[in-house]
């Protein structure tokens, strides 16, 4: 049965044992600065790294770096990174033009030309994972949590890349909730386990 695991970036993520992600046979897809984890140095070698956050865009050279740890690290066409000839640095097609409906489905199906949705798991990391056919899914850090009292696993303000005021995070909360309904939903639907 082929397992994925998913490693975001939420407060929860500090909470796992590396070491059991490190000794199992499943597929590590993460996203963003999962690089920030104090452990990352431990299964950089078996992650997939997934980028959509045009934050990203100047950060070339460090992303680079990375890519000779990692094992692949997708990143979006629209970032025009030179050609660097890298077979584990992969771009994607992404068209950044916001709509409200879910787009869940629509990015699992038209990968790897996908949407931007309201997180970087639902453009890339799960239309990226279903490829690969899984028969269970994990999800680690991925709290939808973004207005409280730390947004992430790592100090925010090793992120400044955002200011958002509260009602644009409560409006992100509840279309992270809805995109995640869409992908239960989709993966009750075709027999696939979702732990989250």
């Not at 499943?26 to 600065?33: A, F, G, M, Q």
């Not at 584990?88 to 409200?100: A, M, V, W």
């Not at 990391?125 to 690969?132: F, Q």
Request: charged share 25%; net charge positive; with cysteine.
């Amino acid at each position: 049965m082929l397992e994925i695991d998913l490693f975001g970036n939420g407060p929860s993520i500090n909470d796992i044992n590396i070491d059991e992600i490190l000794y199992n046979k499943n597929i590590l897809i993460s996203c963003n600065r999962i690089f920030l984890h104090k452990e990352f140095k431990k299964f950089a070698h078996k992650t997939i790294l997934c980028l959509s956050d045009i934050s990203f865009k100047n950060k070339q050279n460090h992303i680079m770096n990375l890519s000779q740890n990692c094992e692949k690290i997708f990143y979006p066409y629209d970032f025009k990174w030179d050609n660097n000839k890298s077979l584990k640095l992969i771009s994607y097609q992404l068209n950044r033009e916001k709509i409200n409906d879910s787009i869940v489905l629509e990015n699992i199906i038209n990968y790897p030309f996908v949407r931007e949705s309201c997180s970087v798991l639902f453009t890339i990391m799960l239309p990226l994972c279903m490829k690969y056919m899984p028969k269970k899914i994990n999800l680690f850090g991925f709290d939808g949590t973004y207005n409280k009292s730390s947004k992430y696993f790592y100090k925010d303000s090793q992120n400044n890349d955002y200011d958002w005021n509260k009602k644009e995070e409560d409006k992100w909360e509840i279309l992270f909730k809805n995109e995640m309904n869409s992908f239960k939903k989709f993966c009750n639907e075709n027999h696939i386990e979702v732990i989250t």
